[in-house]
């Protein structure tokens, strides 16, 4: 049964010429948030954006970037983010991640869940995610 858990969080999810790889969320409480990481590859060619997120798991779903200024990491929520054509955006820990704000339940590593991300020009991909320590 792990197995399938870890192989879930690590499948690709394609979506006109959009791929999602090496899904995964950390661990949270409820009422507290938590983030999502995975590697997003645009092979269409053409610029796209991700433009927001939705998940039934939390109050809001946002875009941020964060990064070390003054010697202090800061986290700043972003209006879009740029997928340049035939380039991949990592979202990891210190970067780009989708934030979930206001958890609606705990979240413990093995559980599963979903996040749907949203493009200005590609469909919607729903991400299958799986819950881990960094």
Avoid: Y
């Amino acid at each position: 049964l792990l197995a399938i858990i870890v192989l879930s969080g690590c499948g690709q999810k394609d979506t006109d010429g959009l791929s999602v790889e090496d899904v995964w969320a950390r661990p949270g409480l409820a009422e507290g948030n938590s983030a999502v990481f995975f590697v997003l590859s645009n092979d269409t060619g053409a610029d796209d954006r991700l433009i927001s997120g939705s998940s039934d798991l939390a109050e809001a779903v946002e875009l941020h970037k964060s990064s070390m200024v003054d010697g202090k990491m800061k986290m700043e929520m972003q209006q879009f983010i740029l997928l340049p054509g035939d380039d991949q955006v990592v979202f990891k820990p210190g970067d780009f991640h989708v934030m979930l704000i206001g958890l609606h339940d705990d979240l413990a590593v093995g559980d599963l869940f979903e996040v749907t991300l949203v493009f200005e020009s590609a469909e919607d991909i729903v991400l299958d995610v799986v819950v881990r320590e960094p």
